[in-house]
C-alpha cells in the first residue's frame, strides 16, 4: 500500500497563474482532508470532504476550490495563484466509524508551492 | 473555538537527556488528543493519542498523558536519542462540534545533538 500519494511534489508558479494539486488514497478512506503548513502556525485546515460527493470549508477556504473525483482522489485547486499562498500544502485521509474520535489521519509527503 | 498552543522551540538537548514538550489546548467537552511527528522532508506520522482523561499514550519511549484539569498533553521521553530530531505538532479533535478535522498547534522543533 502506497498510503497517501500527492503530485507534485515542487511547484513554483507566477502570480496569477492556475494549478491543480493532485492527491490519491488506497485505504479505502471516506474522509480526505487538505491542509497548509506556514512557520510558525502549523497546519491549518483547507478544505475536507466527509466522503465521497460532499466538500466542505475549513478555516481557511479563500482562493482555494476542490474536487472529490471518486473515493481515492481528492483535488486542490488554485484558480489565480497569490504569493500568499506560497506554502506547503498536506493532503490527509481517515476512516470514520465508531471510534472517529480516536481514528488516525494519515497525511502524505506534502507539496512545496512557490509563489512568485 | 478550539485551539491548541505548544512551547516554542528550537528546543535542543543533548543525546540521553529527558525531553519535555508541552502542550496546552481549548476545546469545549471532551477532545481527543494526539501528537504527530514530522521528520525532514516527510509528512505527518501519528506518534500516540488518548481519548479520554487520564489516559496515557505511548510509543517509541514517548509518552503524554491527557490531563483535563490542567487541559494539557505534555510529552514527554525519558532518553533523546539523534533520530528523534523532528517537529513535534500536537493536535485535537473535538467531535462535541461535529467536526472531524484536526486542531494544530504551532509545532516545535526539536535538535539532538549527539
Known amino acids: 500500500n502506497a498510503g497517501v500519494t500527492q503530485t507534485p511534489k515542487f511547484q513554483v508558479l507566477k502570480t496569477g497563474q492556475s494549478m491543480t494539486l493532485q492527491c490519491a488514497q488506497d485505504m479505502n478512506h471516506n474522509s480526505m482532508y487538505w491542509y497548509r503548513q506556514d512557520p510558525g502556525m502549523g497546519l491549518r485546515l483547507i478544505y475536507y470532504?466527509?466522503?465521497?460527493?460532499?466538500?466542505d470549508k475549513g478555516e481557511v477556504p479563500n482562493g482555494y476550490n476542490v474536487s472529490r473525483l471518486n473515493k481515492r482522489e481528492f483535488s486542490l485547486r488554485l484558480e489565480s495563484a497569490a504569493p500568499s499562498q506560497t506554502s506547503v500544502y498536506f493532503c490527509a485521509s481517515s476512516q470514520p466509524g465508531l471510534a472517529e474520535s480516536y481514528n488516525e489521519q494519515f497525511f502524505g509527503p506534502g507539496t512545496r508551492l512557490t509563489v512568485l | 473555538g478550539n485551539s491548541v498552543t505548544q512551547m516554542e522551540g528550537p528546543v535542543t538537548l543533548s543525546e540521553e537527556a529527558f525531553l519535555t514538550i508541552n502542550c496546552t489546548y481549548t476545546?469545549?467537552?471532551?477532545?481527543?488528543l494526539f501528537w504527530y511527528v514530522q521528520y525532514p522532508g516527510e509528512g505527518l506520522q501519528l506518534l500516540l493519542k488518548a481519548t479520554k482523561a487520564d489516559d496515557k499514550g505511548s510509543n517509541k519511549g514517548f509518552e503524554a498523558t491527557y490531563r483535563k484539569e490542567t487541559t494539557s498533553f505534555h510529552l514527554e521521553k525519558g532518553s533523546v536519542q539523534v533520530s528523534d530530531s523532528a517537529v513535534y505538532f500536537c493536535?485535537?479533535?473535538?467531535?462535541?462540534?461535529?467536526?472531524?478535522?484536526?486542531?494544530f498547534g504551532s509545532g516545535t522543533r526539536l535538535q539532538v545533538q549527539p
Open positions: 493536535a485535537l479533535r473535538n467531535m462535541d462540534t461535529g467536526r472531524r478535522a484536526l486542531t
Open positions: 470532504s466527509a466522503s465521497e460527493g460532499t466538500t
Open positions: 476545546a469545549t467537552g471532551y477532545p481527543s
